[in-house]
């Protein structure tokens, strides 16, 4: 492979972080886990899938923890959808990085990391660019995008050549110095997950990238073209304007089962 190729050249893995349990949307999620809440008929994870598997990201594993039957049951093997899922269940929360991590017996890197509450249709082809055109096997690249409230969400303060330079995960209104903020989308070396213990808890935002750049690993960030559709579905006003928001998706859906 040579390098700035794009992802459906590349044949990346695809992560898919659907572990939390939600409780910020409950009851809705009493029953199901946050990704299969209902967008325009379809659970939010299906459109998490199709959006994978147009930019050519295969196979795709997902994690699961919070009534993991309702993903499995929809999803299959994902031969339906036009996919190759494998699912990686934990009995105990592993966090974002550390969940992450236990995916990496079951495909190889290097991977599209996307947290399951993300609804986007963001091109692939630029974040692995950037990502592709800085030498070594210890990167990661993550996805910005300008937040309305940058005390909710994982601040970052870009240096020369888009590098990171500081992480802050959900930052106290008076230590806020900008509105760039990690989007839930990255691209990681597998180097960067053996930085994880195996069966660990570590988060991304709280542990794993503020380590990464404290230790001098090259993590660099990616902005969001501004015409691009990006919401975090995680909390009802989010829920909301992922309802409203969807119409704007260019996400051909692959034909599947019908709505568990």
Not at 86 to 94: A, D, F, G, P, W
Not at 102 to 112: A, D, L, Q
Not at 141 to 156: E, I, M, Q, S, Y
Not at 212 to 230: F, N, T
Request: glycine share 12%.
């Amino acid at each position: 492979m040579t390098r700035g190729e794009p992802p459906n050249d590349l044949r990346l893995s695809g992560m898919i972080l659907a572990a939390g349990e939600g409780t910020r949307l409950r009851p809705l999620t009493a029953d199901r886990p946050k990704p299969m809440l209902p967008v325009d008929g379809r659970p939010v994870l299906e459109f998490i899938v199709s959006w994978l598997r147009q930019q050519g990201v295969a196979p795709i594993a997902i994690n699961l923890h919070h009534h993991p039957e309702v993903v499995t049951s929809y999803f299959g093997d994902g031969s339906q959808f036009g996919v190759e899922l494998h699912y990686s269940v934990e009995k105990e929360l592993l966090g974002t990085a550390g969940g992450a991590r236990k995916m990496t017996e079951m495909i190889s890197g290097p991977y599209v990391i996307v947290y399951g509450d993300v609804l986007t249709d963001v091109p692939l082809q630029g974040l692995w660019k950037l990502h592709a055109s800085h030498a070594g096997s210890g990167r990661l690249t993550v996805a910005l995008f300008r937040a309305r409230n940058p005390a909710a969400a994982g601040v970052v303060e870009l240096g020369p050549g888009d590098r990171v330079v500081r992480f802050v995960e959900k930052p106290h209104p008076g230590t806020i110095t900008g509105d760039l903020a990690h989007a839930g989308i990255m691209i990681a070396d597998p180097a960067i997950l053996d930085r994880v213990s195996p069966g660990t808890f570590c988060d991304f935002g709280h542990d794993l990238i503020p380590l990464l750049i404290d230790e001098g690993y090259p993590v660099y960030g990616w902005r969001i073209p501004p015409r691009c559709v990006h919401v975090d579905m995680g909390t009802p006003d989010g829920y909301t304007r992922a309802k409203a928001d969807s119409r704007r998706l260019r996400i051909e859906l692959a034909a599947g089962v019908t709505e568990p």
